[in-house]
Structure formats: C-alpha cells, structure tokens
C-alpha cells in the first residue's frame, strides 16, 4: 500500500533531476510490487494446469485448460508485460541491462515459454495474440548513457554509447567548453537497433574541461541526458599527468 503513498507526493517535486530521480525509485517499488502480483498469478497457473493434467481424456483436459487456464495465462502475459514496462523505466547502466538479460533469458524460458508449450499442446492450436509475449517496446522514449564518463586523461578522445528506446529522431549530442560560448552539435552514428555511437576527438577538447548533453524528438517533445540539461548539463573534467 505504500506504494501509492509515495506516489501521492510526486506532485510536490520539483525540478527535472529530483523528478527523474524520484521517478526511478517510484518506479523499483512499483517494479517489485508487479513481481509478487506475477508470482501470485503463477502459482494460480501451476495450480489450474496440474487439475488439467489430472482429467481423464483430452476431451476433458482441453475444456478445462481453454476455461480455466488460458485466462489465466492471459493475466500473467499483462502482467509480465508491466514487470519489464516498470523495469526499463529504471534501466540507466549496464547492471540494469543485466536484470533485464536475466528475465530474457533465465525467467521467461520457464515462466512463459515452456508453460505456453505444453498449453497449446493440449489446447490442440497456437495461443492467441494475447497469450504470447510482445517482442516490441511500446513504452515512452527514454535517452540512456549506460556509462557517463565524468573525467577524462588529457589527449584522450570522449567515446560515448547512446541508447534510444521508443520512437523519436535521430539523437544529437551537444557540448562546449565548460560555462563558455554555444554548444556544438555532433549527430550520433547508428551501430545496431536502439544502439547509438558518438565521440569528441581530443584535439577538438584541446585539454580544456567541457559539458556535454544528448538530445532526440520524441512525438513532438524533447527528451534529453541528463534530464536537468541544458540549464545543468554533464560535466568533464580533463585530468592532466604530470
């Protein structure tokens, strides 16, 4: 129940980088709330597909699978479909992207694939559209720099990977001496899928400190790394050897 409790407050945040950063936090619980709902949903699965198994008769075991279990099965498709909305509202390193492999390729085998086999076994026919796992994101657009690099040795070049979920333009990623002068503009090269590549070449840095931001359009708005830019954007500090 507290979840909602926190909820209640978003209202009362302000500024970008707090809202981003509450957001994350509403959105952990909100994700851990949605795995004990898909815990429940499965053991409720189990349960109705160990009753088919008991029925005498494929007759018998189909009627009460398309009745009872395929319902069932239903729910826990929306539900895991939550999980990962909820998780990749999180997502910003590559740990975060490990918990998402884990579900891909530890939890669901057993969770929806497997049971999903052995249902359309019985059933006599493929499961609905509904009954399967979506393979597309249809989430919000979301800008992630999985590593942020906040310094860098001096003649060293700033190689940045960009990830874009949803739908929008092609990112562009801004930066300029730091506090000083317009911001430059670089557009990211495409390497596979959502994945985006970007560098500044150290003699364009000149060993000089500098802040950088990514920007895309997404359905008529703009969204941005890190949240708080251009007002704040991310810094680095170019260390130089003696």
């Not at 909100?30 to 699965?45: D, I, K, P, S």
Request: charged content about 20%.
């Amino acid at each position: 129940a507290f979840v909602e409790e926190l909820a209640a407050l978003r209202p009362s945040v302000t500024g970008a980088g707090s809202l981003e950063r509450f957001d994350y936090w509403l959105n952990v619980m909100r994700y851990t709330r949605a795995m004990g709902q898909v815990n429940c949903t499965w053991a409720r699965f189990n349960a109705a597909m160990e009753e088919v198994r008991k029925q005498e008769g494929r007759d018998k075991q189909r009627q009460l699978a398309r009745e009872v279990v395929l319902p069932i099965r239903k729910e826990i498709i929306a539900q895991v479909a939550e999980v990962h909305r909820l998780l990749l509202e999180t997502i910003t390193t590559p740990g975060g992207m490990g918990t998402i492999a884990n579900w891909q390729q530890h939890l669901l085998p057993g969770l929806l694939t497997q049971p999903g086999k052995e249902l359309a076994e019985i059933l006599g026919e493929p499961l609905p559209a509904d009954a399967e796992p979506s393979d597309s994101y249809d989430g919000p657009a979301r800008l992630i720099v999985p590593t942020v690099r906040t310094s860098l040795i001096a003649g060293e070049d700033l190689r940045l990977k960009v990830i874009l979920m949803g739908r929008a333009s092609l990112p562009v990623l801004y930066w300029r001496p730091l506090g000083k002068g317009e911001f430059s503009t670089v557009t990211l090269a495409r390497v596979a899928r959502s994945v985006y590549t970007v560098s500044i070449p150290a003699d364009r840095i000149a060993g000089g400190d500098f802040e950088y931001y990514v920007q895309a359009t997404a359905g008529g708005e703009t969204i941005r790394f890190p949240a708080t830019a251009p007002a704040m954007s991310q810094t680095v500090v170019v260390v130089r050897e003696n």
